[in-house]
C-alpha cells in the first residue's frame, strides 16, 4: 500500500512577508499590487477572514477589506525558502514532486528514515519546517495523491489530517464536489445543472455518463469518487515553456511603446532559458485587448534557439502581422516553447502563460 504526504505551506508569500517583516504581522496583507489593474497573489489569514482571496482584483480585495496592505512580490525570498523546504523533503525520499514553490507530493512508502508511519513523517516534517523556516505548514497522508491533497486541506493553517483507507470511500463521498481536484467554477456549475453536488452524487454516475459529460476528466472523475488514483508521485518535471507577461495600468494602442514593453519581456523570458539550460524552438506572442479577447500568435523556428537576436527578430515579425486598429491591448506575453531536445528536469510550466 502506497503512502503518500501532500505538503502545502500555509498561505506562503504573505506568510514570508510577516515574518520578515514584523511591522505586517497579526495585519491584513495582500502579496501584489494595489492598483487598478493589480490582483492578489497571496492573502494572509488575517484578509481571508475578509473574504480575501489569491487572483482576486486588487479592487475587490480592498473593497472587502479596506484596510488592506499590499506588499509587493520577492520571488527570489520566496524561492529561496522553497529551496530549503526541498532539502528537508529530500531527507525523507527522493520521490518528491514539487507542484509549486509551496506545495508538494511526497512518496514515503520506502523512506531514508526507514519510519513505517507516514503520519509521523509528516509531522517531523512539517516540525522541521518549523525550526528551519519558521514558517507552518499543513499535510495531508493517505495512499494516493488524490486524497492526500484534499486531507492538506481539512485542518488548515498548521495542520494535519489523515484519511486511512478504510475511510476513504466514505469521505470523498461526503465532500462537496468544489473539493475535488481540477473542479473549478465552471465545471462546478456544469455538475450542479446536472445534479451532481457531493461525492456521493457523483458516485451514481457511470464512467460513459461521465466521459461524455466532461470527456477525458470524466474518467478521473469515475476513479475519483471511489477514492482511486493511480498516478504516481513524480520526482522530475520537464520543463515545456517559459514565458512572461504583464499587464498595463492603462491600456496601451501605440505599436511603438508595445514593442518597446515586448522587447523587455523577450529579454527576461531569454535570461531565464539561460538559468534553466531551455532552448526551445517556438516563439509566442500573446495580447489581452482591452474587451479581455485574447489572441496568441506563434512561429516555429527550424532549429533552437540560442541566441536572442533570431528569437526577437521573429517575434519582432509576429507583433508587426498582430491588429491594433480596434480594442486597446490591456496585457502583452512573450514566451518560447518546443524544446528539440529534452531539457534539464525542473519545475515544469503546465501552460505558455
Not at 39 to 65: F, N, Q
Not at 139 to 158: C, E, Y
Not at 162 to 181: G, H, N, T, Y
Request: with cysteine; hydrophobic share 40%.
Amino acid at each position: 500500500m502506497r503512502k503518500i504526504i501532500h505538503i502545502d505551506m500555509d498561505a506562503f508569500y504573505a506568510s514570508v512577508e510577516q515574518r520578515d517583516n514584523p511591522a505586517l504581522r497579526g495585519k491584513a496583507i495582500a502579496v501584489g499590487y494595489g492598483e487598478a489593474r493589480g490582483v492578489v497573489s497571496t492573502a494572509s489569514y488575517e484578509a481571508r477572514k475578509y473574504g480575501v482571496r489569491s487572483a482576486m482584483p486588487s479592487l475587490t480585495a480592498k473593497h472587502k477589506c479596506p484596510g488592506l496592505i499590499f506588499v509587493p512580490p520577492r520571488f527570489e525570498a520566496y524561492h529561496e525558502v522553497s529551496m530549503q523546504i526541498r532539502e528537508i523533503f529530500l531527507e525523507y525520499t527522493d520521490l518528491v514532486e514539487p507542484l509549486s514553490l509551496d506545495e508538494a507530493f511526497l512518496d514515503v512508502s520506502i523512506n531514508h528514515k526507514n519510519n513505517p508511519s507516514a503520519t509521523l513523517i509528516a509531522k517531523e516534517i512539517r516540525k522541521r519546517i518549523f525550526e528551519t523556516t519558521h514558517l507552518t505548514a499543513s499535510a495531508g497522508v493517505s495512499v494516493n495523491k488524490f486524497l492526500a491533497k484534499i486531507a492538506s486541506d481539512q485542518n488548515k493553517p498548521d495542520g494535519l489530517f489523515v484519511i486511512p483507507p478504510e475511510d476513504a470511500e466514505k469521505f470523498v463521498e461526503s465532500l462537496k464536489i468544489e473539493k475535488f481536484f481540477g473542479v473549478g467554477k465552471v465545471t462546478a456549475g456544469k455538475m450542479h445543472d446536472n445534479g451532481i453536488f457531493t461525492g456521493y452524487d457523483l458516485k451514481q454516475r457511470s464512467e460513459a455518463s461521465l466521459v461524455k459529460l466532461f470527456g477525458k476528466m470524466g474518467y478521473e472523475l469515475f476513479l475519483n469518487a471511489r477514492g482511486i488514483d493511480h498516478r504516481e508521485v513524480i520526482p522530475d518535471r520537464i520543463i515545456k515553456s517559459i514565458s512572461n507577461e504583464t499587464t498595463f495600468l492603462k491600456d496601451r494602442d501605440n505599436r511603438i511603446l508595445l514593442t518597446v514593453e515586448l522587447y523587455h519581456l523577450a529579454k527576461e523570458v531569454f535570461r531565464r532559458m539561460q538559468e534553466e539550460n531551455f532552448f526551445g524552438k517556438t516563439v509566442t506572442v500573446k495580447i489581452k485587448y482591452a474587451d479581455f479577447k485574447i489572441i496568441t500568435r506563434s512561429r516555429t523556428l527550424p532549429h533552437k534557439i540560442t541566441n536572442f537576436h533570431p528569437m526577437w527578430s521573429v517575434a519582432q515579425e509576429i507583433m508587426k502581422q498582430i491588429d491594433l486598429s480596434g480594442q486597446p491591448v490591456r496585457l502583452i506575453g512573450f514566451g518560447v516553447g518546443n524544446a528539440l531536445e529534452e531539457p534539464v528536469k525542473k519545475y515544469q510550466q503546465l501552460d505558455l502563460f
